[in-house]
């Protein structure tokens, strides 16, 4: 009987505690915690004494896109502060804006390597969609940047990995509005593909370029002792660029990949 009673006591003593315990999920935020004192005076200086940027807050910037990722306002003005300006003529209003790629290590597959627009002020910016960006292998970084579709202004082309031998790119159009991921429908029929390859060895070999006002995606593999090449034209509309046939021809891997398009880096023809 003695045990029970001290059993009973020791939970009556125990009971009330228990609540006050379950309110603090968080051990981090249990006893006093002099740490979100000082945040916001390491946060005065200097940032909340200079003006506002109304472009780079989302919520002030009267027309502005919603946001794909969580973490992709935040990845806007780190662009703007650390990486490096590409001047570019994103807008095709004749003079340049700073182009930034970025990479968020933090950021979920998909939200990761952003592409990043100062449109004087008016900051734009598109994930890069591509699942595998591996930021410790540099990716993304930019590759060019070069009139292709039917908008006005530059399309940004952006590394976003690299197999053996063949690389792939991105590519990013701005509306007038949005800046945004161009999507096409490749030669296995899939209509929401973002990345081109270039490059590559003897074993398969991929190009991509301008062609008159079509861009032309090839593909060279080996047929027996000669290549077939497929050459599939593309109009660049926007960011939904619509397949317009193909072309299938079969020979030496020199004679398939004297086409131009297989001369240079990914867009090289394009103005
Ligand atoms: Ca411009
Ligand atoms: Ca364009």
Redesign the pocket.
Known sequence: MTIRIHVAVVLLIILPAVPACARDENPESTGPSPVPSEVPVSMANPATTLEPTPALSPASTPGAPDFECPNQAEAEMSAVEQAKAVPG?????????SVFVFADEGGSSGCIGFVVVD?EGEVRSAPVSYPDIDPGFGFPSLNSVASINDLE?EEIVVNVTSGASTQFVSVYTFDGTQLLEVAYENSFGDEAAGVFGFGGSVGHVEAIDCLADRVVVSTATPKGRRYALIRRFLDPRGAAWVAEGEERSIGSLRRVTSKPEFAGSPFLNCT
């Open positions: 003529d994103i807008d095709g209003d004749g003079g340049p804006e449109l202004g």
